[in-house]
T-cell receptor, first 111, second 116 residues
Framework: DAKTTQPPSMDCAEGRAANLPCNHS???????VYWYRQIHSQGPQYIIHGLKNNETNEMASLIITEDRKSSTLILPHATLRDTAVYYC????????????FGTGTRLQVTL | GAVVSQHPSWVICKSGTSVKIECRSL??????MFWYRQFPKQSLMLMAT?????????EQGVEKDKFLINHASLTLSTLTVTSAHPEDSSFYICSAIEGTQDQPQHFGDGTRLSIL
């Protein structure tokens, strides 16, 4: 069972920020929040992950609430190439464990 | 960044034949690799976990004699679909982890298998 809840779809205008929410109210203290995306007919692409603090890399920013029950992935300037299914996954630290993919959010970036 | 290469990207074969799919970590050593399957408009489902030098661990409902996994080196895992049938047609994707802890999984681009 996926331990996260995401909206099934979202739209975003090109050049605007895309904010993708994720609820993970049952997250444990030793679980990371990971984000992946899957562009049509490709393998998933790792985006970012975090434990407690907000994180930023060249692709995106991850904002985790203080109680860690929800998070938001931010694509600061969405482009058409960011159209994909985005998966939010909780994942235990200190292991090489399997990823459990839910249904994700289908982000459509439009002109 | 970590790159995982999967080969072939697309294969079509007749029912009853066996098909081998390779998964390679190109710039890192992968102690653990995973094999997933994805049917159209569905999410990825884990089939098995492969650890270098040991037997794979299969998820419930996945036939280990049908889906043979070999992880003979730290950079290569193979999945062989034996006696493939049309219902085995799917998108097969591998992933690999560098080290064992707190590292993201990196995925190959998948293999689209079509059994006629």
């Amino acid at each position: 069972d996926a331990k996260t809840t995401q909206p099934p779809s979202m739209d975003c205008a090109e050049g605007r920020a895309a904010n993708l929410p994720c609820n993970h109210s049952t997250i444990s203290g030793n679980e990371y929040v990971y984000w992946y995306r899957q562009i049509h007919s490709q393998g998933p692409q790792y985006i970012i992950h975090g434990l407690k603090n907000n994180e930023t890399n060249e692709m995106a920013s991850l904002i985790i609430t203080e109680d860690r029950k929800s998070s938001t992935l931010i694509l600061p300037h969405a482009t058409l190439r960011d159209t994909a299914v985005y998966y939010c996954i909780v994942y235990p630290t200190g292991t090489a464990s399997k990823l459990t993919f839910g249904t994700g959010t289908r982000l459509q970036v439009t002109l | 960044g970590a790159v995982v290469s999967q080969h072939p990207s697309w294969v079509i074969c007749k029912s009853g034949t066996s098909v081998k799919i390779e998964c390679r970590s190109l710039d890192f050593q992968a102690t653990t690799m995973f094999w997933y399957r994805q049917f159209p408009k569905q999410s990825l489902m884990l089939m098995a976990t492969s650890n270098e030098g040991s037997k794979a661990t299969y998820e419930q409902g996945v036939e280990k004699d049908k889906f043979l996994i070999n992880h003979a080196s730290l950079t290569l895992s193979t999945l062989t679909v034996t006696s493939a049938h049309p219902e085995d047609s799917s998108f097969y994707i591998c992933s690999a982890i560098e080290g064992t802890q707190d590292q993201p999984q990196h995925f190959g681009d998948g293999t689209r298998l079509s059994i006629l």
